[in-house]
Nanobody, 120 residues
Framework: QVQLVESGGGLVQAGGSLRLSCAAS????????MGWYRQAPGKQRELVAS????????NYAGSVKGRFTISRDNAKNTVYLQMNAVKPEDTAVYYC?????????????WGQGTQVTVSS
């Protein structure tokens, strides 16, 4: 059974840090590139960071490059997002998923996400 559980969000002041975690269940995790996505109110979901299955290659959106770091622990089926020097524009619900997406019974699957709110 596929499950993604995001955690670690909260309220943080601008300039602060947060570490998000995403625990995955299912055999798909260790063989897939994983990504962290975010969706702000009134905006489309966007990819902010990705990491290849072995962790050797990472990519970041320009808006977070140099501030966020994605990592993974395949032994724990967990992907992380270290967020430093956060800005109010980082406020969003954060989700993890594979780069190509997951279908469950033909329907795109997303976890519940974790809310990050950055105060100015």
């Amino acid at each position: 059974q596929v499950q993604l559980v995001e955690s670690g969000g909260g309220l943080v002041q601008a300039g602060g840090s947060l570490r998000l975690s995403c625990a995955a269940s299912g055999s798909f995790f260790s063989i897939n590139t994983m990504g962290w996505y975010r969706q702000a109110p009134g905006k489309q979901r966007e990819l902010v960071a990705s990491i290849t299955s072995g962790g050797g290659t990472t990519n970041y959106a320009g808006s977070v490059k140099g501030r966020f770091t994605i990592s993974r622990d395949n032994a724990k089926n967990t992907v992380y997002l270290q967020m430093n020097a956060v800005k109010p524009e980082d406020t969003a619900v954060y989700y993890c998923n594979t780069r190509q997406g997951i279908l469950v019974n033909g329907v795109p699957y997303w976890g519940q996400g974790t809310q990050v709110t950055v105060s100015s």
